[in-house]
């Protein structure tokens, strides 16, 4: 079996083995707008490699021709699509047709291997559909997560399921960087989006990074301090959002008889207070950090402080908008709305997460949510200026 | 067996051969606020009946103590619910543990059979319990005609469905009531819900009304001559309805390169001119008649022609208000939230549908919903003065 | 000057009298969707005037004729209109372009007497608008009352204005009435709208009913019990309003450092215990006879009963919907609009208030608002079954 | 006189020579939430001196106590405020006591000033003040333009009205920056606000930059293009609020009869081919770049390229977020809330434009809006990568 079959193979299985704890159930609701069924997921995944490798080939037949309508997620150029918030509404195709797609489309694709691989362009697609596939891998958890732990009875994903250890937990500290032209950006060794180059320059000014992310602990003081009810330490947005909201703590987390607990991937656990703080928005990244009379890294820094870091347990939220590089081209097409798009009106968070899937994590990388983003595995570094 | 123990066994399972040609995700999805999902009706009839006749009771210990939470539909008195609209963010309890609960509720009233026969409270409730089953039984009807009706692949419930044949066909004529004193209301024999008692007169206008319903061939008139773009037959709020909406025809119907078709519970099929005309609105059915210079009938009209009407395929418009009938008494305590709270902005229908439960229709049964409804099998029947 | 002149002047100068006390700004603001702007109520009263007996005439050249477009408030049979919503967000045309307006109007209107007052159909559309006229004098009242209260400096409307006095206090009873046919309906001797006829029988029940109005005193007893904590007394779609407002009293009560305060037209004022309550919805009217364990008259038996009671202080919730009487007929054009398609969703309210135009009050009367309408003059008058 | 009480009246008269041609009416609505009526702006910018510089001084009493109520933006530490969307709905203060207000905060000012200019932080205060208020006449020509341009008879600010003439017109012709390290930012020399400090060097890699605005014609061309239509050219966010709004052309633009009109200061005119393209949102500044194949420049581009530009009539759109400049420091108290909180989720705009009042346009000023903002005096500068 040649290598790209297998990385295919592994990752495609990757998606099935995030579902198998659930129940047929599970697969098919959406709670709230911007968390997608698992059942949608799947189908959307496969879509993909239907989409932009298959249809309009020899010999392939869409497997069926309604699905590009359900499972096409934001891409104008081909065609109509189901509302995001109608995802939920849909009892058909079940569980069961949509794995059915996913494997036939496997399928498909890996009969026509040699001839994708042979291809420079198709190649490029395939291996794009293959980390476009990891991040729904990521967000699988994030949106299970968001699924069970807002149900009633607070079902465990799976009671065995343990985080992944921290890389190589080192003393806490600030590292001094010195003001001077640093560069940053994708080097074009190896896959990365397009919204990562080009690599090019920047001057950064002095600044001191801690080497390790805000706990629960740290966090909690915070809370118990008032942060929420003081909006010294807000952004006009964010102050309006908690109150809106009637915030008063990070996402999962509940006071029940006096004491802290969180709803976890196996279940409805004690607050652990070492575990870096988790699920907690921009505004509340920026607020908790104007309280510690800091603040937050942008992406440049973090990206020129990186290696010196201990990261990837949390994407951590920058002071970063979400813009071009200096020289950012779009591709031509459909694959050009990849990421283009939605440079306005969203931050930048950097790292990784515990359940950023394997092989889908490096420095360069640009993640991207809108600043009241609470249900991804986001947390805190702060940054001091000299 | 005895008699009540059959007909209790004889309802609940037709409340679960009704559920038979569902899939696992059918019972789970809640596309619109006003429709349930078909998990949620299973376990809110089960509900009743441990609520208000096992609960509290000696040896019996709640199912689950969290699905009073999760099972109540509006009773204030019995404690917090899931807000209506949160139904469909719900995969667990489960299909099968919704099932369970059903059959553990089950066993545990049949065992107390003898104990509620005897007992002429008990034996009320339950055969509200049972009559409210019923009620249930025709919810999930319309409700799954809406999930699937409006899923884009538009399957059909099952394909063998058919609708049952009109009682009686009868030559169309309007028969002419004169003016005088009538009597209407339950007469008290066998079970009727409150809203029906008690038995009164009424002073009658004379009156001239139709023997059948306004069929599909009747209304495509309307829409064809633009009934739907003319204000003057509309009421105010059914004219800003209509264009907030920008409804074009009944529910259901879809205009497909040019030939009218509806979803059906058999699937998507031509338009039978000769049926009655269904899943409209009051404003629609109100806008027809006005089209026809005729109105509706009043629910005293109605029922005082009723043995004289071919009735028992649509729930009937009425031009009444959905009120108290004078010395309206409402029971103590929860049951009494049953139908007296909710006598304020809703129409009376009378009659029964083409999926009314057997047994559940007569003709003084006083259903009512808002003026904007169309997932109910609700019609047309015309009244002109002399 | 002939007496349809006379007529016509005082009632025209009566609305420009209750105006006098507001300064410019006041004439202007909107700040609710359902109050309109004194300035519109101005300019909306000579529109219909000039729409319906001097456009088209020999002579006459519309005012201004993108007026239609501003003061047309809901004939639809008249062309498009600014929303209602939009109503405050108009400084032009000025509220001196209005008065202009209004008295070109009257001008025209009265040069045309007598051709007007020859002409049947002529007479009755002035007749009408000058009914019409007094209907929008309870408006401005109501109007500028919200306007006012709802200013966090609370001004006064006028602080010499007075309310009018009671009728003809009595001493308070339920006075009975036997069950039997009564005639009800207006008797086609002077003015009345179309909603009010034909006269026709009813058939009633044996009733009792109280002479006297519900007062303060006794609303605040109710208030104190917790009654607006107590979902027992109220409709399901009132205990949802009472809930989403959070309303814990009637519309403009205030409780300040422990007392009761209530805005008048003439300013913040202590709560007058002997007054009848008032500015309360229906939902509140409902939910307070059914705390007392009666209930509230149904419009035939208010006006069965009118003769025996103190009434016109207050108009007064029915449990009656506001729906046609038999026979109702709808006139022809613009001018059938004006009752007919509101019947639908709204309840009716029988006597007069302390700011009904004088001689715009009889007991044929049928007003009528949606059930969660607070800024009338509405108050409660209670009925007991024998 | 003194040179700061010279300047000082200059600039408080100059507000009020702004609303000189406005009717009493116009002083009061607020037709959208983001625009205020010209009665607060003149009512804030008096309360912002009288708050920060006179309240709790010696023989100082608050002309009225609750105007911090009504007239408080968004200073939180100032206390409670009437809400923006509720700013339209106040009758009253009146505009004659709002007139009051001002001169009364205007005599108190100046007899204060010599403690004023002689004590630093005082003096800081006032200047920020007289730069709040020229802010604020910005503003009001923005807000006065909307509300009479939204009024369908389309009344005139003023017809003699004409918009300043352009600096020095240049011949188009893009500009040429080499990559390298700039200086951007204030450098101390007259006043500033906090957000344009401190002066720091940043990277940029080689751009070309129009010296002349986008014209009218210009974007006439887009808009015939199909530019509205296609969404290949927008953002994600800005294709869902062309089509939400259903927008077609930049805000004032009118086709009446075939031919493109604008409505201006003086009144509804015919769309003038020359002049800079005005009124545009980010989303609308940002897709005709796109259509161009071009870019927006960054706000370090622009002002590097600055004293090579012909700029000064319109706020130009840049692709930068509005973040803080490195080492940028809040003030303490409520003068920090002056920039800082709002640095998140709006993007810079640069320049100034024909209605920024005098003296109150530098190269480093930053204005900042949402994206979808186009009440502005808002145009486009186009930028290319070499």
Chains 1, 2, 3, 4 share one sequence.
């Not at 490699?49 to 997620?73: I, R």
Request: hydrophobic share 40%; aromatic share 16%.
């Amino acid at each position: 079996m040649n290598d790209l079959v297998k990385l295919f193979e592994t990752i495609r299985n990757r998606t099935e083995e995030i579902c198998a704890p659930l129940l047929t159930e599970d697969y098919v609701v959406q709670p709230i707008d911007f968390v997608s069924p698992p059942k949608w997921h799947l189908g959307h995944t496969a879509w993909f490699f239907e989409t932009f490798l298959l249809l309009g080939k020899d010999n392939y037949a869409a497997f069926d021709p309604q699905y590009n309508f359900v499972f096409n997620s934001y891409y104008e150029s081909v065609g109509a699509r189901v509302v995001r918030t109608d995802r939920g509404n849909l009892s058909r195709p079940t569980v069961a047709d949509v794995y059915e797609y996913r494997h036939h489309v496997d399928k498909e694709i890996i009969a026509r291997m040699d001839e994708i691989e042979s291809d420079e362009r198709l190649r490029e697609i395939l291996i794009l559909g293959l980390n476009h596939e990891q991040q729904h891998q990521e967000l699988l958890f994030t949106d299970i997560k968001y699924i069970l732990g807002h149900n009633p009875l607070f079902p465990p994903y799976d009671l065995g399921y343990r985080d992944p250890l921290p890389f190589s937990p080192v003393h806490n500290a600030f590292i001094k960087f010195k003001e001077g032209l640093y560069t940053i950006g994708h080097d074009g060794e190896g896959f990365a989006y397009d919204n990562e180059k080009v690599r090019h320059q920047v001057w950064l000014e002095e600044f001191e990074i801690s080497t390790q992310l805000v706990s629960n602990a740290d966090f909690l003081a915070f809370v118990a301090a008032g942060g929420y009810q003081n909006f010294a330490f807000w952004h006009s947005d964010g102050w309006q959002w908690v109150n809106d909201n009637k915030f008063q703590a990070p996402l999962y987390w509940y006071q029940i008889d006096g004491e802290w607990m969180q709803y976890t991937l196996n279940g409805l656990r004690k607050l652990n207070l070492e575990d870096p703080v988790n699920h907690i928005s921009f505004y509340e990244a920026s607020a908790y950090a104007a309280w510690k009379k800091m603040r937050l890294p942008t992406e440049q820094e973090w990206e020129v402080a990186a290696p010196s870091l201990d990261w990837g347990r949390r994407w951590e939220w920058t002071n970063s908008a979400y813009l071009p590089y200096p020289n950012f081209k779009k591709e031509e097409g459909a694959i050009g709305e990849y990421n283009g798009k939605f440079m306005v009106n969203q931050m930048v968070l950097r790292g990784a997460s515990d359940v950023t899937s394997k092989e889908h994590s490096r420095a360069t990388y640009r993640n991207f949510f809108h600043a009241s983003t609470r249900w991804q595995y986001a947390g805190i570094r702060l940054v001091k200026d000299s």
